[in-house]
């Protein structure tokens, strides 16, 4: 009697458990279904509270290796976009005689659309240090090409599509670890995400820091990503040879653990590593960044967009680089910019 009811209680405990099981995951496959139609609807949303196409800041480009582009003429309280599309003051096409023009291409750190002022921004702090010490009436101008949310790969098609009416004389290339893929955008979402919503979701509520890691730079670089870096590279390769004096600037994330914890120094040795590869010039900032402390542990934060303090580090460590390189006009040196 004992062994029958012994038998009894085991299979019970059996059924329990089974039980326990399939409702737990009943649970997570709802939860599942539930953020996807949560994801897809707040999508649809965005997409349909966007304001007219000539109202925004970024518009749909006629070229599809762009995607999109700057909008000309729209502006609003924080940016303004000039009548050739950049996010700049106005500017003739055509170089003044006198002007020395640097051309800086990138993604949101050089395009700013409704960050900083754009006198805090590490162009504009170079083009001012750069004419407090121009001699025999020279003009150091800068012009802004970059754009919010850019990749690697149409940041160079800014360069070549740019580069031959604003006639250039030196052109400064502005990279972060975000590069590989465009930024998240209504026109579309093409950087790979963890097929798993309920993981994303958990992932970002133990683990915020280390989730806006991932979701900023970690998953950019499969496979894929990588082979759009090193194609960036080989653009950059051609963009150098093609006569113009060139330089490469890579800006790091503005945490310090990610360097200390998630490896992302390893990034930027492959980044240095691809560089040299195709015998492009690259200055890291990793290093100017971390002795001035730019990089630090507090969180929240904006890890891609430094501050004003940062934009002057970066401007001078930019102009030390071009001075090394002596890819500036006589007359102004490095250590006079600080």
Known sequence: MKHSSSRFSLRETALGIVIAVASLALFFLVLEGTLRAYHAITLAWHVRSLPPVNQRALVPSSDPALIFELNPGWSNADSSINAQGMLDREIELEKPEGVFRIAFFGDSITGNLEIREI????????????????RDGEVFQSLNFGVNAYSIQQTLRMAWTRIPAFDPDLIVV???LNDPYPSDTPYGRPTPLHPLRIRNFLFRITRPARFWGYMIVDRKYDSDGWEHVEQGFEELAKLAADGRPMLTVLF?????????????????ARYRK???DHDVPLL???????????????????????????????????????????????????????
Request: glycine share 6%; charged share 35%.
């Open 119 to 134: 006198d805090e921004i590490y162009l504009k702090v170079m083009e001012r240090k750069l004419n407090r010490l121009a």
């Open 174 to 176: 502005q990279l972060c």
């Open 252 to 268: 790091p994330y503005l945490y310090r653990p990610a360097y200390e914890k998630w490896g992302y120094g390893e990034i930027h």
């Open 274 to 276: 691809i560089a040299d």
């Open 284 to 338: 890291d900032l990793l290093d100017a960044f971390t002795e001035e402390g730019v990089i630090d542990n507090r969180w929240p934060k904006d890890p891609i967009h430094p501050d004003v303090r940062g934009h002057e580090i970066a401007a001078d460590a930019i102009l030390r680089e071009l001075e090394s390189r002596n890819l500036l006009d006589a007359g102004t040196t490095a250590d006079s910019t600080r």
